[in-house]
């Protein structure tokens, strides 16, 4: 079974950029994640979608980080525009269903360096 | 937010030894797991506990659940190289969000 897949795996821009993350979870997962890791840190959720609706978007900051997940499958999380501190790794994770959340699956990560 | 800590942040012991690392929160949580991140990668689930008390078993690591649900425990015994890595608690709320923990950075050194 093919696991989370996260494109690009790094990326490299300037602040006030704009920039895109792809993300394609496990077939069948209804429950999708996206967290940023800063180093040192551990992951902070920052929008979950059911299907292809939201269910929690509270720690997104909206001014500059928008997610879509169109027809239920892959999703996009953009940042527009970026700033020094956007600097982390963004994960991508999949699960079941809801009430299954605590059995994620990641993908690798794409590591967002902000000059 | 329910906030996790977790203690030691890093530890480095030699190939063999015995290690126990800790995940402490003053909230109560419906679950907890337990990740191990390496390098370049997501993290990848390692266990899940559910009740008070529980203890489970993989291999050489032992995750043990606190009776009152709001911290936990991870012991590995005779640690190898392969045990390096970073290990993520995440305690899942009522409305399943997981809240991870900044992780305990543990290396074994052959």
């Known amino acids: 079974e093919a696991g989370v897949a996260q494109s690009p795996r790094y990326k490299i821009i300037e602040k006030r950029q704009s920039v895109a993350f792809w993300c394609n979870p496990i077939?069948?997962?209804?429950?999708l994640y996206w967290y940023q890791q800063i180093l040192g840190q551990g992951p902070k959720l920052l929008i979950q979608?059911?299907?292809?609706?939201?269910?929690?978007d509270s720690q997104l900051p909206k001014d500059r980080f928008s997610a879509e997940r169109l027809k239920g499958v892959d999703s996009t999380l953009k940042i527009q525009p970026a700033k020094l501190e956007d600097s982390a790794v963004y994960l991508c994770?999949?699960?079941?269903?809801?009430?299954?959340?605590?059995?994620?699956?990641f993908g690798p990560g794409t590591r967002l360096t902000v000059t | 937010t329910q906030l996790l800590e977790q203690s030691p942040q890093f530890l480095s012991i030699q190939e063999g030894e015995n290690l126990t690392v800790y995940c402490n929160s003053s909230?109560?949580?419906?679950?907890l797991q337990w990740y191990r991140q390496e390098p370049g990668e997501g993290p990848v689930l390692l266990v899940t506990?559910?009740?008070?008390?529980e203890v489970k078993k993989l291999k050489r690591l032992t995750f043990q659940f606190g009776d009152a649900r709001k911290d936990s425990s991870l012991h590995i015994t005779a640690a190898q190289p392969g045990d390096t890595g970073l290990y993520l608690c995440?305690?899942?709320?009522?409305?399943?969000?997981?809240?991870f923990g900044k992780g305990n950075q543990v290396v074994v050194i052959p």
């Open positions: 994770a999949s699960s079941l269903i809801r009430g299954a959340s605590y059995e994620q699956y």
């Open positions: 077939s069948g997962h209804a429950t």
């Open positions: 979608f059911q299907n292809n609706g939201v269910v929690d």
């Open positions: 909230s109560v949580f419906s679950s």
């Open positions: 506990v559910v009740t008070g008390g």
């Open positions: 995440a305690g899942a709320d009522g409305n399943n969000r997981l809240a």
